[in-house]
């Protein structure tokens, strides 16, 4: 079955974004640009014809993507649905650490190690299977239009699946904070 027509953004930036700290389950303030972040966001699906009849505004339940869903909920006149399928992966034993703090205790097993390996090696972290199957389940459970506040890593794997990709493909999913991946009678545009 053809997925409906998905807006997948990623929460605005965080304090923890700014000192490059891990986050994976715990929480943190959006900043000054986070909610400017928010708030533009929110227009840019206002342009895009989205209203509370036609779309289901879905969020993960973590406080800085509720955060930025607050001013899409309040603009488009839907209510935020919190889901955990759609929470940020879990960091285990990095979660609230320093990237500085991680290079120290776990140093790169080779340079110029990728965003996905990184990931790959968190101690008592959530496996990358953990985050497909959840993410998926969200995914097959769409009836309607849907907008979806994330997370940086869970949208990766949600856009990945959207696109019909494997797990293998991730890589060529980009990041973006700040911007929109729309997903339209099956074809991607970046709204910013």
């Given at each position: 079955m053809p997925l409906p027509d998905l807006?997948?953004?990623?929460?605005?930036?965080?304090?923890?974004?700014?000192e490059g700290r891990m986050q994976g389950a715990l929480d943190s303030p959006l900043?000054?640009?986070?909610?400017?972040?928010?708030?533009?966001?929110?227009g840019l699906l206002r342009k895009e014809g989205l209203l509370a009849d036609n779309i289901d505004l879905f969020s993960s339940p973590q406080g800085r993507a509720l955060?930025?869903?607050?001013?899409?909920?309040?603009?488009?006149?839907?209510?935020?649905?919190p889901?955990?399928?759609?929470?940020?992966?879990?960091?285990?034993?990095?979660?609230?650490?320093?990237?500085?703090?991680i290079a120290e205790r776990?140093?790169?097993?080779?340079?110029?190690?990728?965003?996905?390996d990184f990931?790959?090696?968190v101690p008592e972290g959530e496996s990358f299977a953990s985050l497909w199957a959840r993410t998926g389940a969200f995914l097959s459970n769409l009836q309607r239009p849907a907008v979806i506040v994330t997370h940086g890593?869970?949208?990766r794997f949600l856009r990945a699946q959207v696109m019909?990709?494997?797990?293998?493909?991730?890589?060529?999913?980009?990041?973006?904070?700040?911007v929109i991946f729309a997903f339209r009678e099956g074809r991607q545009t970046i709204l910013e």
């Open positions: 807006y997948i953004l990623r929460h605005g930036e965080t304090v923890a974004n700014t900043t000054a640009k986070g909610i400017a972040q928010a708030d533009a966001m929110a955060n930025t869903a607050a001013p899409i909920s309040q603009t488009l006149g839907c209510a935020v649905q889901d955990s399928r759609v929470a940020e992966i879990g960091m285990g034993q990095w979660a609230g650490l320093l990237l500085s703090e776990w140093p790169a097993p080779a340079p110029n190690e990728t965003v996905l990931y790959s090696r890593f869970t949208s019909g990709l494997s797990i293998n493909e991730l890589a060529q999913v980009p990041d973006g904070q700040g």
